[in-house]
């Protein structure tokens, strides 16, 4: 398979939580937000921030709890609330970036994770803020994988068992010409993804799938 394992450029950090509970982060302040940063309605930068925004106000897809935090401790605090305190934290591996390389699957797949997880993505914004989602139905694999080149890397892989729900646009289905809820759909997370497990159950943050927004702000 052709993979691009990038070094993430967005290096956007979290703000204290006092801090951030005092700045505004809805679509009704969206003014005061932009003001606050000295961005212009309709710049690229708030276009994005307005978009973060409202992904995190969307509501889930059925059987989704979704959740955006703007602090490490509100994020510490959301994902044991759904995993409980003992997690344990793995992410996607690679001894170094690559562009568009082939790669192998290498013996010693194993899964990490059982049907239930949270997944997390890093959203762009001025300051870290996180999308975190708990789903139903996913399994979580750790995946050795090794390029033409030699890059060597570990690969968190998830496996999404029943997506009758999800949108029929979803950029899966595109890409596999497949309907909604009619076969397993496998996510690869790239570099950026943070992966946290329980004994019980299991922890996912931020994955990417084929395409990325890019970054304003690092």
Known sequence: ?????????????????????????????LPD???????????????IMKDTIKECEEAGIKGEEKYCATSLESMIDYTKSKLGNNVKAI??????????????????????????????????????VFYWHKTQHTRLYVVPMKSVDGTEA????????DTSAWNP????????????GTVPVYLSFL?????????????????????NRG???G
């Open 1 to 29: 398979m052709t993979l691009h394992f990038t070094k993430t450029s967005d290096s956007a950090a979290f703000l204290p939580c006092e801090e951030a509970k005092t700045l505004p982060f809805s679509s009704g302040k």
């Open 154 to 161: 570990k690969a968190i892989a998830a496996c999404h068992t």
């Open 91 to 128: 992410s996607t591996e690679v001894n170094k970036g690559t562009q568009l390389e082939k790669f192998t699957i290498n013996a010693g797949v194993r899964r990490v994770a059982a049907d239930e997880s949270v997944v997390c993505h890093k959203e762009n914004y001025p300051y870290a």
């Open 215 to 217: 970054t304003i702000w």
């Open 33 to 47: 937000i932009l003001d606050h940063f000295s961005l212009k309605p309709g710049s690229v930068e708030a276009e």
């Open 169 to 180: 646009k979803h950029l899966a289905f595109q890409v596999l010409k497949v309907k909604p």
């Open 191 to 211: 570099r950026t993804t943070l992966c946290g497990f329980t004994t019980r159950g299991f922890a996912v943050n931020e994955h990417k799938m084929v395409t």
